[in-house]
């Protein structure tokens, strides 16, 4: 069955995912209001952007990769190799580049075909994580930085490339202490304690880091939980 978009919600078992999940769900639903047409979810995963593009009479295409290669199953409307679209150039009015550029061997080939695709005057929205964990091993290559992001995009092409830190200083501590709980070795009796007694400073942090969100991402000495942004392709 396809996978509806839900707004990503706080529990013990989401500690690890929750910060990356709700910040890209947000700037998504944020940015994709301006779109018209048909958008290109490119590395679609689960799906979960589906119903959010589909608002308002856009259509949404997902493309990913051959059935089999994860433990989920949802049923993609196009297939790739991760490298090459089999898509005519200047085919869709918009795009999504979503947690998929950590897995490119080489980012600016997948950046480059997004460009492609997209019909000159339309925008892509991406985002892709810096404090991580390891995750789709052994599939996960690197993280990029601000400054490694905007030369990804502007070097295929792209303008008006506007880049923003998902979360700053509080957001990476709470971030940090997640993963801790939930991913080292301990007796699990432990780790369902934990979790669920953080949950609540997990939400502090959160609350209080909104007073970095105008900080830029690519300050000195700022720490950034993830990257988020919109480029267009030049008319």
Same mark, same amino acid.
């Given at each position: 069955?396809?996978?509806?978009?839900?707004?990503?919600?706080?529990?013990?078992?989401?500690?690890?995912?929750?910060?990356?999940?709700?910040?890209?769900?947000?700037?998504? =639903?944020?940015?994709?209001?301006?779109?018209?047409?048909?958008?290109? *979810?490119?590395?679609?995963?689960?799906?979960?952007?589906?119903?959010?593009? =589909?608002?308002?009479?856009?259509?949404?295409?997902?493309?990913?990769?051959?059935?089999?290669?994860?433990?989920?199953?949802?049923?993609?409307?196009?297939?790739?190799?991760?490298?090459?679209?089999? $898509? =005519? *150039?200047?085919?869709?009015?918009?795009?999504?580049?979503? =947690?998929?550029?950590?897995?490119?061997?080489?980012?600016?080939?997948?950046?480059?075909?997004?460009?492609?695709?997209?019909?000159?005057?339309?925008?892509?929205?991406?985002?892709?994580?810096?404090?991580?964990?390891?995750?789709?091993?052994?599939?996960?290559?690197?993280?990029?930085?601000?400054?490694?992001?905007?030369?990804?995009?502007?070097?295929?092409?792209?303008?008006? $490339?506007?880049?923003?830190?998902?979360?700053?200083?509080?957001?990476?501590?709470?971030?940090?202490?997640?993963?801790?709980?939930?991913?080292?070795?301990?007796?699990?009796?432990?780790?369902? $304690?934990?979790?669920?007694?953080?949950?609540?400073?997990?939400?502090?942090?959160?609350?209080?880091?909104?007073?970095?969100?105008?900080?830029?991402?690519?300050?000195?000495?700022?720490?950034?939980?993830?990257?988020?942004?919109?480029?267009?392709?030049?008319?």
């Amino acid at each position: 069955a396809q996978c509806l978009s839900m707004h990503p919600s706080l529990s013990a078992g989401s500690l690890t995912s929750y910060l990356n999940d709700v910040t890209i769900f947000s700037f998504v =639903e944020k940015q994709v209001a301006a779109f018209r047409g048909t958008i290109l *979810d490119i590395g679609s995963g689960k799906q979960q952007y589906r119903t959010l593009v =589909e608002r308002n009479d856009r259509h949404y295409v997902g493309i990913d990769l051959d059935p089999g290669k994860f433990a989920y199953h949802v049923v993609a409307d196009l297939y790739w190799d991760g490298v090459h679209m089999d $898509i =005519e *150039d200047n085919s869709y009015d918009g795009a999504l580049l979503l =947690e998929v550029l950590e897995h490119c061997a080489d980012p600016r080939i997948v950046v480059g075909e997004a460009y492609r695709v997209l019909r000159p005057g339309c925008t892509i929205i991406f985002s892709t994580p810096f404090l991580y964990p390891i995750h789709g091993a052994p599939y996960d290559f690197q993280r990029l930085s601000p400054f490694g992001t905007q030369k990804l995009f502007t070097d295929a092409g792209f303008t008006n $490339i506007q880049i923003q830190a998902g979360g700053s200083y509080d957001a990476s501590l709470g971030q940090m202490v997640a993963v801790w709980i939930r991913n080292r070795p301990m007796p699990r009796l432990l780790r369902r $304690i934990l979790s669920r007694l953080y949950v609540p400073f997990f939400r502090l942090l959160l609350h209080w880091d909104k007073q970095w969100t105008s900080l830029p991402a690519g300050t000195e000495g700022v720490m950034i939980t993830g990257i988020l942004g919109t480029a267009q392709k030049p008319h």
